[in-house]
Antibody
Framework: DVQLLDSGGGLVQPGGSLRLSCAAS????????MSWVRQAPGQGLEWVSS????????YYADSVQGRFTISRDNSKNTLYLQMNSLRADDTAVYYC???????????????WGQGTVVTVSS | DIVLTQSPATLSLSPGEKATLSCRAS??????LAWYQQKPGQAPKLLIY???NRATGIPARFSGSGSGTDFTLTISSLEPEDSAIYYC???????????FGLGTKLEIK
């Protein structure tokens, strides 16, 4: 079975940093693009960033460009999101999500992690 | 940026009834549209992609239609477990990215 386990969330002060991880199992991780999607409290979904299977083809939402860095370690079947210069409006549940199709990024997400909570507050 | 507008915001129906949820894009997205179901405290679940293709394991009572700017998710005969928020999502080829609508909350009486 496909499993995605998000971790690394927590409480951080404005301007601080945090690194999220997503441990994947049950599929050929290196073959599939992956993404991070977030959901602010009581709000809708916002795509954050995506990365190709080999670690190339990296894209960011305008709201996080220059502050967040997505990466992956295919030897460890793990996806990361390094978040710097955090702001209050980055407060959200962060989900990792697997792309539906191997190869090119469809940005359709057929499996999601359980989410990890990031709270940015002083 | 493409904006997705979902209607109605809330829908309250009884078991066995048909639900029709709408998603309108501010400009054409061809058929690059998906629907997700999210229950409280859970991650979203992919129901439909490319406007009308059911994802693996999704019951046949869920169907999607539309192209261009107007899309519909239909649930033919509601079950109590269909109570959830439903989001539409569009994707663009370049630069590769996607966005979601604000959701329709479906309540089963």
């Amino acid at each position: 079975d496909v499993q995605l386990l998000d971790s690394g969330g927590g409480l951080v002060q404005p301007g601080g940093s945090l690194r999220l991880s997503c441990a994947a199992s049950g599929f050929a991780f290196s073959n599939f693009p992956m993404s991070w999607v977030r959901q602010a409290p009581g709000q809708g979904l916002e795509w954050v960033s995506s990365i190709g299977g080999s670690g190339n083809n990296i894209y960011y939402a305008d709201s996080v460009q220059g502050r967040f860095t997505i990466s992956r370690d295919n030897s460890k079947n793990t996806l990361y999101l390094q978040m710097n210069s955090l702001r209050a409006d980055d407060t959200a549940v962060y989900y990792c999500a697997k792309d539906l199709s191997r190869g090119s990024q469809t940005h359709y997400f057929d499996y999601w992690g359980q989410g990890t909570v990031v709270t940015v507050s002083s | 940026d493409i904006v997705l507008t979902q209607s109605p915001a809330t829908l309250s129906l009884s078991p066995g009834e048909k639900a029709t949820l709408s998603c309108r894009a501010s400009q054409s997205v061809s058929n690059y549209l998906a629907w997700y179901q999210q229950k409280p405290g859970q991650a979203p679940k992919l129901l439909i992609y490319d406007a009308s293709n059911r994802a693996t394991g999704i019951p046949a009572r869920f169907s999607g239609s539309g192209s261009g700017t107007d899309f519909t998710l239909t649930i033919s005969s509601l079950e109590p477990e269909d109570s959830a928020i439903y989001y539409c999502q569009q994707r663009v080829h370049w630069p590769p990215r996607c966005s979601f609508g604000l959701g329709t909350k479906l309540e089963i009486k």
